[in-house]
């Protein structure tokens, strides 16, 4: 039987590494598909299992309709990475206005080069302004040298 | 159970193929907790079939459910979206999810399983296909071990293979981390005389309790509850069980590497000299590490694999 599955949806979510479980959001969105929740708890948490405790992973699942799926995990969300980066447990309170924590161009260009794992396509620079944005929106300042962060 | 609301479902119909993996981003990034995306099949319209081998396509008309914590206004985000992607005239459904909608249909999903020759799992509402097989009945529910991963088949597989060299007979069995007791279950079936099981989730220790009767192996099969934290006290003492109660001809653990890594001591205390050890739910990349925790108590070390997943299975020793 060579007929190749035909897929019924693609389901995105974001799980902390070592944390899947049957609970919200897993168990609703993997329930629906009609998906073995426990399979996918054990397997993400066990691939996860090196990363850093409650480092936000996006899970992208492929769901068929015989009830099978397969998974991709991708670089956690740009405002994770700010966020440690600039040493701050929230976001600014009004976005442009006040200046929380600030952040090194050096260090968003790491962060540029994780997040171009996802976006091989995109060239560095494009990243590094879209993250700008996300900084901006986030109310935290870009600074040029380590030092004045 | 009590069925209290967990999600909020919030659906978008008719979205075109091209703009549903952004709406979908989007509203991630607006409180979603979840976002599936869907063919739209208007009652009774032909089905657009995507396959698994055509890399990134998408329907050409999609829904979009998302789902919100009870807590954000799921409704409302959904429709602020659709007006900014030019859809506010498109069907929006939005309803309330009860945990006991998506525990249904965990249940729809289970079938016997074959696990190797002559062994069988089978969900309790199902008939097992081979009476005279070895078959393994469980309630399938949140606990771990309904029988398709792979590391609970190269356990059972391996269990198989000691009943085969009779070292089950007679024998006493400690499955740690037991989930749905899906393996001391087993090893009861396949001729030992006791087991016992324990695990950090009340619920599995109640699914382990579930499953031995649902196998008529309750009286030989005592379940407990065990902190994750190492520091606390090893369960079985805890309990009051005698020290001779507490040692075990085969011990088996199906985890993960990390909490494998730190029971090594308690593993090791449990098996009796020249006992057998099994040890899954790590990947292969992540056996040399475990065997070399294990290895101050254990020798004879193997090493088995599916696909990605290992058993490591090894020999008591008995100088330390």
Known sequence: MSKPKTVAATIRLVINAGQAKPSPPVGP???????????????????????????????????????????VMKTPPASYFIKKAAGMSGGSQKPGHQHVAS????????????????????????ICKSLMGTCRSMGVRVVARPEDA | MAAEVCSIKCCLADVPGGMAE???????????????????RPSGGPEQEIYADTEGRVWDRCTVVAYFPPEEDGAAILASTAADFGLQDRKQLVEAVRT??????????????????????????????????????LEPGLAFGTGDHPTTRLCLRWLQRLQQ?????????????????????????????????????PLAVKATQANAALNGVSERLAAYLCAADLKQPEPLAAAGIEPQQRLFE????????????????????????????????ILQEQTAAVMEAYSPWFQSFQVEGEERWALVTAVRRTDT
């Open chain 2, 165 to 201: 060299a009779g070292s089950l007979d007679g024998a006493a069995v400690m499955d740690y981390g037991a989930g749905s007791g899906v393996l001391a279950v087993a090893a009861l079936l396949m001729g030992a005389e006791r087991a016992v099981g324990s695990d950090v989730e």
């Open chain 2, 100 to 137: 006991q909608d998506w525990e249904q249909s965990i249940r729809d999903s289970y079938q016997p399983a074959q696990v190797g020759e002559g062994l069988w799992i089978v969900p309790i509402w199902s008939q097992a296909p081979d009476p005279a097989a070895t078959n393994i009945i």
């Open chain 2, 250 to 281: 085969v011990t088996v653990a199906n985890i993960l590497q990390g909490p494998l890594l730190d029971l090594a001591p308690r593993l090791a205390a449990y098996t009796k000299p020249g006992g057998l050890l099994g040890l899954s739910g």
């Open chain 1, 103 to 126: 952040i090194s161009l050096k260090h968003l260009h790491e962060i540029a080069a994780v997040k171009q794992q996802d976006l091989r396509l995109v060239p560095l620079e494009s």
């Open chain 2, 22 to 40: 952004e709406v979908a981003e989007v509203l991630l990034a607006y409180g979603a907790q979840s976002v599936a995306v869907e063919e739209y």
């Open chain 1, 29 to 71: 969105a993997l329930g629906q598909a009609g998906l073995k929740i426990m399979d996918f708890c054990k397997d993400f948490n066990a691939k996860t299992a090196t990363f850093k405790d409650d480092v936000p992973v996006p899970v992208v699942i492929t769901a068929f309709t015989d009830k099978t799926f397969t998974y």
